[in-house]
């Protein structure tokens, strides 16, 4: 007797929550890198692995801290020509513009001549977990803060709102996140809807009956194990808030 495999080696979700018939590959042209907590690859919405799947020039590293960009790439860079999404928000003031992307100094303010900012990057950073666990992937490495600095005004509402509770209003999954800073670069709305194929049928298959064969589930693999997938997405986390911050300030002194 053998038990099915409880997990997709592609997209990992769980065998009835495989998403991989939805996946198709983007040859994008600025390259993507995500920064996963390691206790947030256990999350069933967790979508950093989709944005592997669905972006060509893309790469996952799961850990705490790396000791530059380059180490992570294997190349050198111009940190000028990368962006991150800022852990902040940018800040009320005299002006405050409503623009979908805003490049912020770093105190948070936009700055002048963003957009063309934004034309010149070659890639852009997401940090991939809670809210706490991406406010300390941001700690450990300084590095990220001489990367351009992107805070999104999403003006959509994120999907994660039909699975599961919202710290903030503003929060999108990661995949969102790329999907929206991509469509935005390629000044192409259909590179979004394109994107999120994957993560609109997984929230599909989670709303459906779940099939209900014994099925051994291995209690160190999901903190929710006796949960029902309703349940566990209750509980869960929003895997990357963005944006969200407190003290930016305190963050810059680390590094300067
Ligand atoms: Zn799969």
């Given at each position: 007797m053998s038990a099915p495999a409880p997990f997709c080696a592609t997209c990992h979700k769980p065998?009835?929550?495989?998403?991989?018939?939805?996946?198709?590959?983007?040859d994008n042209s600025v390259f993507v890198v995500?920064?996963?907590?390691?206790?947030?690859?256990?999350e069933t919405l967790s979508t950093a692995q989709l944005v592997k799947l669905q972006l060509k020039n893309s790469l996952i590293r799961i850990g705490l801290s790396w000791p530059?960009?380059?180490r992570i790439l294997g190349r050198e860079v111009d940190y000028k020509k990368w962006g991150v999404?800022?852990?902040?928000t940018a800040k009320q003031g005299e002006q405050t513009p409503e623009d979908e992307i805003a490049v912020v100094d770093r105190n948070g303010r936009p700055v002048h001549g963003g957009d063309a900012i934004l034309a010149n990057l070659e890639g852009i950073i997401l940090l991939d977990g809670t809210w706490s666990q991406a406010k300390a992937l941001w700690w450990r490495n300084p590095w990220l803060l001489k990367c351009?600095?992107?805070?999104?005004?999403p003006h959509f509402r994120s999907l994660y709102g039909e699975a599961r509770r919202e710290p903030r209003k503003e929060s999108v999954s990661t995949l969102e996140a790329a999907a929206f800073v991509l469509a935005y670069m390629d000044d192409d709305p259909e590179v979004f809807h394109h994107l999120m194929q994957p993560f609109q049928l997984l929230?599909?298959?989670?709303?459906?009956?779940?099939?209900?064969?014994?099925r051994i589930q291995p209690a160190t693999e999901q903190a929710g194990a006796g949960q029902t997938e309703e349940q566990a997405a209750e509980t869960a986390v929003v895997d990357t808030p963005i944006p969200v911050a407190d003290t930016p300030a305190a963050v810059d002194k680390t590094a300067e």
């Open positions: 065998s009835h929550l495989c998403i991989c018939e939805a996946v198709e590959a983007l995500v920064l996963q907590h390691p206790q947030e690859k256990r530059s960009l380059k999404l800022y852990l902040g351009q600095r992107l805070i999104l005004h929230l599909k298959k989670m709303r459906q009956p779940r099939p209900r064969p014994q």
